[in-house]
């Protein structure tokens, strides 16, 4: 008797959940920017929960240096989220391939974003794409206005006036002149060798050529910058070898050191915390009126689990994240991090604007590393941090550095060999 | 019935502990073991035999990251036997002085960090060390040693020593709460004995105290062995899984980890993982029966 009540309250329940599941469906956001947790909350899930009754989303980040290991045994044991928040290239790429992301040429919102912005989340011919771009991020350089004023100095323009300035900065003694470490060794490569990189290797030019194997790491245009590199250490804090990237962080938004070589995500924490008035400035160029490229590089998108339950409603998710309006929402929440969508977002951060102009006064390129060429062992990014964070240290000198990574990249990739 | 029969009380007392440590432990590594045979080709996994070992240690790139990985592990090993154990069996005998007073507070104070986060202990000895924001360089300029002040953290030189220093500071509690419970256990009447015979001080240490604990100390050996091969808490938290700078602070556990996870856009590799982590398993394997068939059989054990 009582076997058969627990029996039958059991199934009562099931059928219970089951028909609240089907009202409420609750999709889960994989991703590693827990830096925007709140804005994600407070902001953009608010903005699709109200229009979309029905479909609950929850954002659930991991640390950024462990997202895609997370990610990967989640999806091996099945427990991944509905949305799964994209790379560019390979990393996503091997996720469509393994079957773990789903197609999504076919959605609707897919129109709004031109072929360039689609590349990073393509097959290599382009046949499927899998997932919906959200947002490019620009390197530069993000300097203190008012230490600028008071040492006397003009944003720099060209190389040799970068290191005027840091010279300035060095004789004055007040500020640091550049705030970087290379203790976690990513910055080194990321904004340092692929920041000031492109106005080397002249940006698409250079990069596509090296993925063609009509250039190599052993090119000047692809040492030179380590040459810059090497000059950089000069200019940094005391025992900047164990500077870590939140070190240099609070040390430039405090206040004790003049520039920043950034990256355009750093805008929304930097708005919040630095009390004085910042700039932004371009990487620097060899000669005044040289051409001028910039990393303006596809950085985030969002794709969908194949394995989810919830398609249909991810799907809505999805064409939403598509949308003009999640391009106007994610641009004014997260300054910094720029539409791929080709409607005209307004922005008002006047940092994020000082950024996005560089598109329309250089030529944009992505990081050299990312597509196709970080295939193989050893892993050509991995590499360009270590060499990187070696040149400023001086533990390297630049051309050993560059024949390094050829010679590792040369070992695997065939057009190099 | 009454001749064969079983004695079921044992089975049921040992079944749970072996069906967990099955469950979580023995299953686990024979599937390691088993993985490291194989491979991955277009999504389907291949039998491969011995070829990711061939690879680990016959590809010039992959030999070099695994033995400077095992070097750095012996490193790690020998500060840990040379600074920790013997802090930790000196300290293990001043408590036991019988004149010393507050020994309880002293000793809880020495073991608190074995309880800590490997996160906290990695967090706390950055800051400690930070050159921006650390109070070593502030309390070194204090004593007027400001110049001997490094950035020991992010020199290739020094960042594994350091890290090891800081293991040492946090599992030195261990060594001496076991040498602290051996000697405890030495009845009285031998030291006594010896009194009559004119042993005292440092020398009953040395002639009596110091026999009598060895059986603990090659235990601690084997435990600091065990641990620091498996370490990588301690250097995920604290320099990355790089490893850095320049992969001097790179042990196994970290190769491991970077291999077989992945890193950045480096897509992770559980075959060749498997194959570092058996090998991680053969080399503790290896010391482990070293000690218990060279060295445990050949002590002297002594019965009061």
Same mark, same amino acid.
């Given at each position: 008797?009582?076997?058969?009540?627990?029996?039958?309250?059991?199934?009562?329940?099931?059928?219970?959940?089951?028909?609240?599941?089907?009202?409420?469906?609750?999709?889960?956001?994989?991703?590693?920017?827990?830096?925007?947790?709140?804005?994600?909350?407070?902001?953009?899930?608010?903005?699709?929960?109200?229009?979309?009754?029905?479909?609950?989303?929850?954002?659930?980040?991991?640390?950024?240096?462990?997202?895609?290991?997370?990610?990967?045994?989640?999806?091996?044991?099945?427990?991944?989220?509905?949305?799964?928040?994209?790379?560019?290239?390979?990393?996503?790429?091997?996720?469509?391939? #393994?079957?773990?992301?789903?197609?999504?040429?076919?959605?609707?919102?897919?129109?709004?974003?031109?072929?360039?912005?689609?590349?990073?989340?393509?097959?290599?011919?382009?046949?499927?794409?899998?997932?919906?771009?959200?947002? @490019?991020?620009?390197?530069?350089?993000?300097?203190?206005?008012?230490?600028?004023?008071?040492?006397?100095?003009?944003?720099?323009?060209?190389?040799?006036?970068?290191?005027?300035?840091?010279?300035?900065?060095?004789?004055?003694?007040?500020?640091?002149?550049?705030?970087?470490?290379?203790?976690?060794?990513?910055?080194?490569?990321?904004?340092?060798?692929?920041?000031?990189?492109?106005?080397?290797?002249?940006?698409?030019?250079?990069?596509?050529?090296?993925?063609?194997?009509?250039?190599?790491?052993?090119?000047?245009?692809?040492?030179?910058?380590?040459?810059?590199?090497?000059?950089?250490?000069?200019?940094?804090?005391?025992?900047?070898?164990?500077?870590?990237?939140?070190?240099?962080?609070?040390?430039?938004? /405090?206040?004790?050191?003049?520039?920043?070589?950034?990256?355009?995500?750093? *805008?929304?924490?930097?708005?919040?915390?630095?009390?004085?008035?910042?700039?932004?400035?371009?990487?620097?160029?060899?000669?005044?009126?040289?051409?001028?490229?910039?990393?303006?590089?596809?950085?985030?998108?969002?794709?969908?689990?194949?394995?989810?339950?919830?398609?249909?409603?991810?799907?809505?998710?999805?064409?939403?994240?598509? @949308?003009?309006?999640?391009?106007?929402?994610?641009? $004014?929440?997260?300054?910094?991090?720029?539409?791929?969508?080709?409607?005209?977002?307004?922005?008002?951060?006047?940092?994020?604007?000082?950024?996005?102009?560089?598109?329309?006064?250089?030529?944009?390129?992505?990081? #050299?590393?990312?597509?196709?060429?970080?295939?193989?062992?050893?892993? /050509?990014?991995?590499?360009?941090?270590?060499?990187?964070?070696?040149?400023?240290?001086?533990?390297?000198?630049?051309?050993?550095?560059?024949?390094?990574?050829?010679?590792?990249?040369?070992?695997?990739?065939?057009?190099?060999? | 019935?009454?001749?064969?029969?079983?004695?079921?009380?044992?089975?049921?007392?040992?079944?749970?502990?072996?069906?967990?440590?099955?469950?979580?432990?023995?299953?686990?590594?024979?599937?390691?073991?088993?993985?490291?045979?194989?491979?991955?080709?277009?999504?389907?996994?291949?039998?491969?035999?011995?070829?990711?070992?061939?690879?680990?240690?016959?590809?010039?790139?992959?030999?070099?990251?695994?033995? $400077?990985?095992?070097?750095?592990?012996?490193?790690?090993?020998?500060?840990?036997?040379?600074?920790?154990?013997?802090?930790?069996?000196?300290?293990?005998?001043?408590?036991?002085?019988?004149?010393?007073?507050?020994?309880?507070?002293?000793?809880?104070?020495?073991?608190?960090?074995?309880?800590? @986060?490997?996160?906290?202990?990695?967090?706390?000895?950055? /800051?400690?060390?930070?050159? *921006?924001?650390?109070?070593?360089?502030?309390?070194?300029?204090?004593?007027?040693?400001?110049?001997?002040?490094?950035?020991?953290?992010?020199?290739?030189?020094?960042?594994?020593?350091?890290?090891?220093?800081?293991?040492?500071?946090?599992?030195?509690?261990?060594?001496?709460?076991?040498?602290?419970?051996?000697?405890?256990?030495?009845?009285?009447?031998?030291?006594?004995?010896?009194?009559?015979?004119?042993?005292?001080?440092?020398?009953?240490?040395?002639?009596?105290?110091?026999?009598?604990?060895?059986?603990?100390?090659? *235990?601690? #050996?084997?435990?600091?062995?065990?641990? $620091?091969?498996?370490?990588?808490?301690?250097?995920?938290?604290?320099?990355?899984?790089?490893?850095?700078?320049?992969?001097?602070?790179?042990?196994?556990?970290?190769?491991?980890?970077?291999?077989?996870?992945?890193?950045? /856009?480096?897509?992770?590799?559980?075959?060749?993982?498997?194959?570092?982590?058996?090998?991680?398993?053969?080399?503790?394997?290896?010391?482990?029966? *070293?000690?218990?068939?060279?060295?445990?059989?050949?002590?002297?054990?002594?019965?009061?």
């Amino acid at each position: 008797m009582s076997i058969k009540k627990l029996g039958a309250t059991l199934l009562a329940t099931t059928i219970l959940t089951g028909a609240a599941s089907a009202q409420e469906v609750t999709l889960t956001i994989e991703s590693w920017r827990n830096d925007d947790l709140l804005l994600w909350q407070d902001v953009i899930i608010p903005a699709f929960e109200a229009e979309n009754p029905g479909i609950n989303i929850e954002f659930t980040p991991s640390a950024p240096a462990e997202y895609n290991a997370v990610l990967n045994s989640k999806l091996d044991a099945g427990s991944a989220g509905d949305l799964i928040t994209c790379r560019p290239f390979d990393a996503s790429l091997a996720l469509y391939d #393994s079957g773990n992301l789903a197609d999504l040429s076919d959605l609707d919102a897919m129109e709004n974003f031109s072929s360039v912005a689609q590349s990073a989340w393509q097959t290599d011919d382009g046949s499927a794409t899998f997932c919906v771009p959200m947002a @490019s991020v620009i390197h530069g350089f993000i300097y203190n206005a008012d230490a600028f004023e008071e040492v006397g100095v003009e944003v720099p323009t060209t190389v040799d006036e970068f290191f005027a300035v840091l010279d300035a900065f060095e004789e004055d003694g007040g500020y640091i002149p550049l705030a970087m470490g290379t203790n976690d060794q990513w910055e080194a490569a990321t904004m340092g060798y692929n920041n000031i990189g492109p106005n080397y290797w002249r940006g698409e030019e250079g990069r596509l050529a090296l993925i063609a194997g009509e250039q190599s790491l052993t090119d000047e245009a692809w040492v030179a910058p380590y040459r810059q590199l090497a000059r950089w250490g000069a200019y940094m804090g005391r025992g900047f070898e164990a500077q870590t990237y939140p070190d240099s962080q609070n040390l430039f938004t /405090l206040g004790r050191a003049a520039i920043y070589p950034a990256g355009s995500w750093e *805008i929304t924490g930097f708005n919040g915390l630095a009390e004085f008035e910042m700039g932004a400035f371009r990487p620097p160029v060899q000669n005044a009126g040289d051409d001028c490229f910039i990393s303006d590089h596809t950085d985030i998108a969002i794709g969908m689990n194949a394995a989810t339950e919830n398609a249909e409603e991810a799907r809505i998710f999805l064409e939403w994240v598509g @949308s003009e309006e999640f391009a106007t929402i994610y641009a $004014n929440a997260l300054p910094g991090f720029f539409s791929l969508s080709s409607f005209d977002v307004p922005m008002e951060d006047p940092l994020a604007q000082e950024f996005v102009s560089w598109r329309g006064e250089c030529e944009s390129s992505i990081r #050299s590393t990312y597509q196709i060429l970080s295939r193989g062992t050893p892993n /050509l990014e991995n590499d360009t941090w270590n060499a990187s964070a070696q040149v400023i240290r001086g533990a390297e000198t630049p051309e050993d550095a560059g024949a390094r990574l050829q010679e590792g990249l040369a070992s695997w990739y065939e057009p190099q060999q | 019935m009454g001749n064969s029969r079983i004695k079921w009380h044992i089975i049921v007392f040992l079944a749970p502990a072996v069906l967990v440590y099955t469950a979580i432990m023995i299953i686990p590594l024979f599937n390691t073991l088993r993985l490291s045979l194989f491979t991955e080709v277009d999504q389907e996994r291949i039998y491969v035999g011995l070829q990711n070992f061939r690879t680990l240690f016959g590809d010039e790139r992959w030999s070099a990251s695994f033995w $400077n990985a095992l070097g750095n592990n012996f490193w790690f090993f020998i500060i840990h036997m040379l600074v920790q154990n013997p802090i930790g069996i000196l300290l293990a005998a001043i408590l036991s002085h019988p004149s010393l007073r507050f020994a309880a507070v002293y000793r809880t104070a020495i073991f608190i960090p074995t309880i800590l @986060s490997f996160v906290i202990v990695g967090f706390a000895w950055k /800051l400690i060390l930070s050159p *921006i924001w650390g109070i070593a360089p502030d309390m070194m300029d204090a004593v007027g040693l400001g110049s001997l002040y490094q950035p020991w953290l992010g020199l290739e030189e020094t960042s594994l020593t350091t890290l090891a220093l800081i293991s040492v500071w946090q599992f030195v509690g261990i060594p001496m709460m076991l040498i602290y419970a051996a000697l405890l256990t030495i009845p009285d009447e031998i030291l006594e004995a010896g009194e009559c015979d004119g042993v005292t001080g440092l020398a009953a240490f040395w002639k009596i105290k110091l026999p009598l604990i060895l059986p603990s100390i090659g *235990i601690i #050996s084997i435990l600091t062995f065990v641990g $620091n091969f498996n370490a990588f808490d301690l250097i995920y938290a604290a320099q990355g899984a790089l490893a850095g700078p320049n992969f001097s602070t790179d042990i196994l556990g970290t190769f491991m980890y970077r291999t077989f996870f992945g890193f950045q /856009l480096q897509l992770g590799d559980p075959y060749m993982g498997s194959a570092i982590a058996s090998a991680m398993f053969a080399i503790i394997l290896i010391g482990v029966c *070293i000690y218990l068939f060279g060295i445990q059989t050949r002590m002297r054990r002594y019965q009061f």
